[in-house]
Structures are given as C-alpha cells and as structure tokens.
C-alpha cells in the first residue's frame, strides 16, 4: 500500500516513514510546500492530511492531485499515535 502524508512536524519524517513501514506501506512524507509537489504525491492508496500543520493551500493542492479511488484521511494532530490509529484502520497488516 502507497501512502502519502501532507503536513506533519519536519523532525519527525524518519518516525513517520518508519511507521509506514511497519505496516508494510510505502510512504511519501511532503511537511512543506515545494514546486512540482502536484506531481510528487502521485496517486497513492491513501492520503493523509495532518491539517493543523500544512497550509490551506497545500491541503488544497493535495486533495486536487487525488484520484477518485484514494482514501482522504483528515487528521488535525499530526502525532506518532494519531498515523498509527490512521493505519490500524486503513492498512493491511
């Protein structure tokens, strides 16, 4: 499963993408807006959206590039415990 968080805490990408993995998942991790990120977030299985952290712009930039088969995931903490209660629910141990 392709996962692709937007926002989230700059020191705690490792942790995220360490997360992703235990769950078998393979996870892109964008905590800043930067040019070209449209075409960075792809088409994954699900999109998560830590929106206390990002912009308005760039949630809105995330939901545009999704296609219609992701699962949007709105979460307003961006915490190691919140990703993990996200994927207990949605990946495939």
């Known amino acids: 499963m ?10 705690m990408i490792r942790q995220y993408k360490d997360i992703c993995k235990a ?3 393979r996870a892109k991790v964008f905590t800043q ?9 792809g088409s994954p ?3 998560v959206l ?4 990002a912009s308005h712009k760039m949630i809105k930039l995330a939901l545009n590039s999704a296609k219609k088969d992701t699962v949007v995931i709105r979460s ?5 415990s919140a990703l993990k209660n996200i994927l207990q629910e949605h990946a495939a141990v």
């Not at 392709?2 to 020191?11: A, L, Q």
């Not at 807006?33 to 977030?41: F, N, P, S, V």
């Open 33 to 41: 807006m930067h040019d070209g990120l449209k075409e960075k977030i």
């Open 23 to 25: 769950y078998q998942c």
């Open 2 to 11: 392709s996962i692709v968080i937007v926002g989230g805490n700059d020191c």
């Open 50 to 53: 830590f929106t206390g952290t």
């Open 45 to 47: 299985d699900l999109l």
């Open 76 to 80: 307003h903490t961006s915490s190691v």
